[in-house]
């Protein structure tokens, strides 16, 4: 059973490897050009980027989570969900909708600040799930004991219930830069030079898969430092649970003035997340942008669910086939294939095709000359190109989701479950069946879900990977906004924006079921 | 050990000014949730009190309302003569200065136990409270102080989450009274014990309670516990105020029937009064079935009339085990206030007999008697020797001090 574990991980890790052939296995000069010109630029620039960022995702996603868990105030429930609602977006066309709408009052709005303002917004979810998560869980008797030790509320939240949810909101706060230091869209269209454009303008602008690879490896290293973080942070988290839980949810109430100011502070990341780029996007759709809906772009659309739907299917698949193999399995070898996912979870979509694309070409070369030898025909780019090498990549990057999921799932089973299963006469198969698979059915639905959007949003990786004449719905939106035509955009863009509504759904369900 | 009170009884209750606390008719609900009606209580100077009663009987939010945690619904709350809890307002719960204890001791999991004692100190040391100023020498020395008090000195700088929970309730003793607040309330604060630590510890916090002459409210539903420990005892169910005196009075003269049931009496039944003058002495009886026995007649209210359906209430150490008389000189009635029963079960405890009796005379229910060791060895001298066999006639009476009457509520029984 060690066998699959090490299987999936040697998958996991081939790009990786590849990347650290492709950087040093052939002399290549345009890394040092790099270093000496534009390496510290690209650094820079994602240094300021994830500087700016930081602070607006930590505290809007933070002191929402505080409101929510804790306060009562107008509209607090329907706000509680809406705040996930930003996860929906993604980056770049909340950079496409604003520019296009606003870049008439504020001529100067494709800039570092505003996209830092963006991220801010559209990141802030991943700090405001896992605090608020926090804040619910921690026993409000803590609270409670600063205040009878004097704290007034506001000196109780800083002493008290933020230090306790530190840990939580570091684990956000990684997930959060990780997403900003991996993203390609937002920059490359607000023309900021940071290391992921700058992987791609080595490899496509100065021909050189050499620099590429080798930014594309300091790219990843970045993302590592980031993982590891988030993975200790998360660790930690654990040592300040296990507090009693709150007898009554006890919730002050902020009314009057107080009230309304939570309110509109909490509706920040809301509106300018998503009601508002939807309602930009509507109105374009509606007023010119139907009439791009035609047949090719259904047949798109429909392209574009089905290969979500398939690398879906194959992550889930694979994720399942490792939680269920490394569960049993005990030993290095177990856990560095669950490692090994979670690190795919944290590669830039450009390191990954980068590092993708070597292998698939030398299994091409490898398999089509082996073909010819035997049959004398050249079977052309089998993997290379294709849908199946894409399916590959998204199965390296997302992978870890469906993995994360399964191995909670299967945690519940319990050995004790198991255990009386088998007494009770069941075969192992026959188990599987009648335990597992029940009780692993809402995660793996879960899972199937979060897969699903993720791929339908991803746009680096796809671009570069893609087989010819195969748009998604994301590079198609990408390829009219960077010529400035949102309006033959706007039905694709809204389309994507719908489409990720599902997942915040899931989550919501997520953390109901958990409280 | 006790200091010497006045010991304020429920009606009088003195200078209400000087009082450390003073609940007055207070109500409360969650939602549609009656959790106390009109209750009143008032703690003295240096008094001990327990808060005595069921699970959900309100205690615990008694002692949020007191805190200032939650506000009350009617009635008032006043510290040290000054209202903080009223209809129209509730001062916070910082500016009390009232210390609490909870259940499950609330240690602040991310500061050592030493951090976790000075915690209270630190906000009223400074004017920047919520940055949590640097300490003074002499709030660190009053700090190391408590913790040496309570035998913790040497776990100062461990984190507090890595302490047992026996030690765990000695900081949160601690932690509470550092900034030497005026009440202490604790909220069941040995219940999450094991029991082998548990007297051990009830008795250390109680000399340290008395030691700081803080007022102070322990929250139990354990009733050895209150009598144990405290100066008076309020029992409390469903939100209202069954008994308030001393541990003494509710063993003894129990208000209403709950309390003396929760005291853990277990002979419950009904009885009609019945004032008979029987050899000119006033004595007042209660008859149940052709069974009749003597009370107590201080504890009988006068307004009771012959034939009034009583509640009646036997301890088990009340019920009183005689040899059965020879047959022949037993009289067909029995003689007063005895009767005759089958001992159909005996536990021995230890240094008491634990006697299941099923009765022959008119009562329907079986009885459970405490027999001392030693008394049930002299009836029946075969017992150690396991030659005595079960069930055995013996004569029942009970002893008037142990038998509680209240007329009949009917729902109550």
């Known amino acids: ?515 | 050990m006790t200091q010497s009170l006045p010991s304020l009884h429920a009606h009088s209750p003195g200078a209400p000014g000087r009082l450390p606390l003073n609940v007055s008719g207070v109500s409360h609900a969650y939602g549609d949730v009656r959790t106390l009606s009109g209750v009143s209580l008032h703690v003295a100077q240096g008094e001990v009190v327990a808060l005595l009663g069921p699970s959900g009987c309100g205690k615990s939010t008694l002692l949020r309302l007191v805190c200032g945690l939650e506000p009350v619904h009617e009635g008032e709350i006043a510290l040290e003569g000054s209202v903080v809890s009223s209809r129209k307002f509730t001062l916070p719960p910082e500016q009390r200065g009232v210390g609490l204890v909870f259940q499950d001791f609330a240690l602040f999991p991310h500061l050592s136990v030493l951090e976790n004692v000075l915690f209270g100190l630190e906000t009223r040391a400074h004017a920047f409270r919520w940055l949590g100023a640097p300490v003074s020498k002499s709030a660190r020395e009053r700090a190391m102080a408590l913790l040496a008090r309570v035998g913790l000195e040497s776990r100062a700088e461990s984190p507090a989450h890595a302490l047992s929970g026996g030690q765990q309730q000695r900081v949160a003793l601690a932690r509470a009274l550092a900034p030497e607040p005026r009440l202490l309330l604790l909220d069941e604060p040995f219940s999450g014990l094991d029991s082998a630590l548990r007297e051990s510890v009830r008795s250390e916090t109680l000399e340290v309670l008395r030691e700081s002459g803080c007022a102070a409210i322990i929250v139990t539903h354990d009733p050895e516990e209150a009598m144990a420990i405290a100066d008076r005892v309020v029992v409390l169910n469903e939100g209202k105020v069954e008994h308030d005196g001393t541990p003494t009075s509710l063993y003894f003269s129990p208000r209403t029937a709950f309390a003396a049931r929760f005291l853990g009496a277990l002979n419950v039944f009904e009885a009609h009064l019945e004032r008979s003058p029987s050899a000119g002495d006033d004595s007042v009886r209660a008859r149940v079935g052709n069974f009749s026995f003597l009370l107590d007649a201080s504890r009988v209210a006068e307004s009771l009339g012959a034939g009034a359906r009583l509640d009646v209430i036997v301890r088990p150490e009340g019920v009183l085990l005689e040899p059965q008389p020879p047959e022949g000189l037993f009289s067909k009635a029995p003689s007063q206030g005895r009767f005759l029963a089958q001992a159909r079960s005996a536990r021995w405890l230890g240094h008491e007999v634990l006697v299941t009796l099923d009765p022959l005379g008119g009562l329907s229910r079986p009885l459970t008697a405490r027999v001392a060791g030693s008394h049930w060895r002299q009836l029946f001298p075969k017992w150690s020797e396991g030659l005595q066999s079960l069930p055995v006639p013996v004569q029942v009476r009970f002893e008037p001090g142990a038998v509680h009457v209240f007329a009949s509520a009917l729902a109550e029984v």
């Open chain 1, 1 to 515: 059973m060690t066998l699959v574990p090490v299987l999936l991980l040697l998958l996991f890790l081939v790009p990786v490897g590849s990347l650290f052939v492709q950087g040093f296995a052939l002399p290549d000069d345009t890394f040092t050009h790099l270093w000496n010109t534009v390496l510290g630029g690209y650094v820079a620039s994602t240094l300021s980027l994830v500087a700016l960022v930081l602070p607006g995702v930590l505290v809007l996603g933070s002191v929402s989570a505080w409101l929510v868990a804790r306060h009562d105030f107008p509209l607090r429930k329907s706000l509680s969900w809406m705040l996930l609602l930003p996860f929906a977006s993604p980056p770049y066309i909340l950079a496409y909708v604003y520019t296009d709408a606003f870049q008439g009052v504020f001529p100067d709005i494709r800039s570092l600040p505003v996209a830092a303002a963006l991220f801010a917004v559209v990141l802030s979810p991943y700090v405001y799930l896992l605090a608020r998560a926090t804040f619910l869980e921690q026993s409000s008797r803590l609270v409670d004991a600063a205040r009878v030790l004097g704290c007034s509320s506001l000196a109780a939240f800083f002493r008290v219930a933020l230090p306790l949810a530190r840990p939580s909101l570091v684990a956000g706060a990684a997930m959060a830069t990780m997403e900003v230091v991996a993203d390609f869209g937002t920059v490359e269209y607000f023309a900021i030079d940071t290391m992921s454009t700058g992987v791609y303008r080595t490899w496509f602008a100065l021909g050189s898969k050499a620099g590429a690879a080798r930014l594309a490896l300091i790219l990843l290293a970045c993302a590592f430092v980031l993982l590891g973080i988030e993975k200790a942070a998360r660790r930690r988290a654990r040592y300040f649970q296990g507090g009693h839980a709150t007898a009554r949810s006890e919730r002050t109430k902020l009314s009057g003035t107080k009230g309304w100011l939570a309110t509109a502070f909490c509706a920040l990341p809301v509106v300018f997340g998503f009601a508002l780029p939807t309602a930009l996007l509507s109105f374009r759709v509606a007023t010119e942008g139907w009439r791009a809906v035609d047949a090719s772009f259904g047949t798109m659309a429909l392209r574009s669910f089905s290969l979500a739907l398939v690398a879906g299917c194959v992550c889930c698949g694979a994720g399942a086939l490792l939680a269920w193999s490394s569960r049993n399995a005990r030993g290095f070898l177990a856990r560095a294939g669950v490692n090994a996912a979670s690190l795919g979870y944290a590669m830039p979509g450009a390191v990954l095709a980068v590092g993708v694309l070597f292998p698939l070409g030398a299994a091409d070369a490898l398999v089509g000359d082996a073909w010819q030898a035997v049959t004398g025909v050249d079977p052309g780019l089998l993997l290379s190109g294709t849908a199946g090498g894409l399916v590959y990549a998204y199965a390296v990057r997302f992978g870890a989701i469906p993995l994360q999921s399964f191995q909670a799932a299967l945690g519940r089973v319990t050995p004790s479950l198991e255990g009386t299963a088998r007494v009770l006469g069941a075969t192992p198969l026959r188990t599987f069946l009648r335990v597992h698979l029940p009780l692993t059915r809402a995660s793996a639905a879960a899972a199937l879900v979060l897969v699903f959007v993720d791929v339908v949003k991803e746009l680096p990786a796809t671009l570069l990977l893609r087989p010819f004449d195969f748009d998604t719905l994301a590079v198609h939106t990408y390829h009219l906004a960077s010529d400035e035509r949102l309006t033959a955009a706007s039905p694709a863009a809204l389309l994507i924006m719908v489409v990720g509504i599902l997942p915040v759904i899931v989550l919501q369900k997520l953390s109901q079921g958990r409280n």
